[in-house]
């Protein structure tokens, strides 16, 4: 049986928000624990901008984007994101409604999933400000910086374990 060290290592983007808490902890935790996890290392981490809700009304979120290089699968790393999500109270009850932390795996390389419960790469990150403003951070290829809708800068930072 082939173990993760063997397995070649993929470049993936994972999306961040929290609209609950305290946000920028929330934020910290998931890049912490992005970072502890086997198998994944933390390369970069975008600025942090605050960003309208999408969906009912809430409070604005703090959104920010990893990069990370993993020998996870994106099943693996799907769990690893979920299991942060709950370590930081997340309730899941409406769509798109307010939650203390939200991870999700914007791209994982070249590679495709589309399973009824993981879609890599997510199927509307081009369509969200939210998330090219701090892909455009870190020289994700094909995303220029242009005026954002509802993205503002913060001057924030998050620390890169």
Do not use: C, K
């Not at 049986?1 to 998931?30: C, E, F, K, V």
């Not at 959104?63 to 299991?83: K, M």
């Not at 203390?100 to 081009?126: A, C, K, M, N």
């Amino acid at each position: 049986m082939t173990g993760r060290a063997d397995r070649p290592r993929a470049r993936a983007y994972l999306g961040i928000g929290s609209n609950l808490g305290d946000r920028l902890a929330h934020l910290q935790g998931a890049v912490d624990g992005l970072d502890a996890a086997d198998g994944v290392e933390v390369v970069a981490v975008s600025a942090v901008y605050e960003t309208d809700p999408i969906g009912p009304e809430q409070p604005d979120y703090l959104n920010a984007v990893v990069a990370v290089d993993t020998t996870l699968t994106p099943r693996e790393l799907l769990a690893v994101g979920q299991r942060l999500e709950a370590e930081a109270a997340r309730v899941r009850g409406e769509r798109w409604g307010p939650r203390t932390l939200d991870v999700d795996i914007l791209v994982y390389g070249d590679v495709v999933v589309d399973e009824p419960d993981l879609q890599v790469p997510h199927p509307r990150w081009r369509e969200r400000d939210f998330v090219l403003a701090p892909l455009s951070d870190l020289g994700y290829p094909g995303v220029e910086r242009r005026e954002w809708i509802g993205v503002r800068s913060t001057g924030l930072t998050l620390r890169v374990p």
